[in-house]
T-cell receptor, first 113, second 120 residues
Framework: DQQVKQNSPSLSVQEGRISILNCDYT??????FLWYKKYPAEGPTFLIS?????DKNEDGRFTVFLNKSAKHLSLHIVPSQPGDSAVYFC????????????FGTGTSLTVIP | DTGVSQDPRHKITKRGQNVTFRCDPI?????LYWYRQTLGQGPEFLTY????????KSRLLSDRFSAERPKGSFSTLEIQRTEQGDSAMYLC??????????????????FGEGSWLTVV
């Protein structure tokens, strides 16, 4: 049972425009969410996190939005750069147990110069 | 470099052989995780240590898999009698374990570069 879902396998965006990557989850006990970026043959690199006590967290060009009622989060990248081209994974945990993160299947972002 | 390090980065082995991967977490992190990732999938949880105690194992971790963290520092993941279906990237991650209801924050985990296993 996939508790974290990324329904868009791929996304293409022009350089300078906004990239929006989406993620849905089913477990209402999840209260901490992370986004990772992954290049081929490398491990995932942590990008940004958000706790369920917030609905927005911003770090430079990256902003994550959380809609708890819809069990939905999104990552906005603005402006998008060619170096952002990678696979992006969202992950969720129940921080009270802190023993396991559940990952989506990823969205491959291509930023076109 | 004080990140999570994994060794070896790549391993090609014949079916039926045993392989072992090593992970050195970020030094002050007390939690260590093993994940597995195959093509087109997100990382899948295998097991988790709090210091030297293995607190949770996924049902993906068959009896051919064993993980240890003997002194609460580095960890090893051994796969016995490898099968072609074991071919994957094995990811180690660590966290400071400061998340929870009292801190109202989560446990950000940091991954290593991964160890690629190819079983032929």
């Amino acid at each position: 049972d996939q508790q974290v879902k990324q329904n868009s396998p791929s996304l293409s965006v022009q350089e300078g425009r906004i990239s929006i990557l989406n993620c849905d989850y089913t477990n209402s006990m999840f209260d901490y969410f992370l986004w990772y970026k992954k290049y081929p043959a490398e491990g995932p690199t942590f990008l940004i996190s958000i706790s369920s006590i917030k609905d927005k967290n911003e770090d430079g060009r990256f902003t994550v939005f959380l809609n708890k009622s819809a069990k939905h989060l999104s990552l906005h990248i603005v402006p998008s750069q060619p170096g952002d081209s990678a696979v992006y994974f969202c992950a969720a945990e129940n921080s009270n147990t802190g023993n396991q993160f559940y990952f989506g299947t990823g969205t491959s972002l291509t930023v076109i110069p | 470099d004080t990140g999570v390090s994994q060794d070896p980065r790549h391993k090609i082995t014949k079916r039926g052989q045993n392989v072992t991967f090593r992970c050195d977490p970020i030094s002050e992190h007390n939690r260590l995780y093993w994940y597995r990732q195959t093509l087109g999938q997100g990382p899948e949880f295998l097991t988790y240590f709090q210091n030297e105690a293995q607190l949770e194992k996924s049902r993906l971790l068959s009896d051919r898999f064993s993980a240890e963290r003997p002194k609460g520092s580095f960890s090893t993941l051994e796969i016995q009698r490898t099968e072609q279906g074991d071919s994957a990237m094995y990811l180690c991650a660590s966290s400071a374990g400061t998340g929870g209801v009292y801190t109202r924050s989560g446990n950000t985990i940091y991954f290593g570069e991964g160890s690629w296993l190819t079983v032929v």
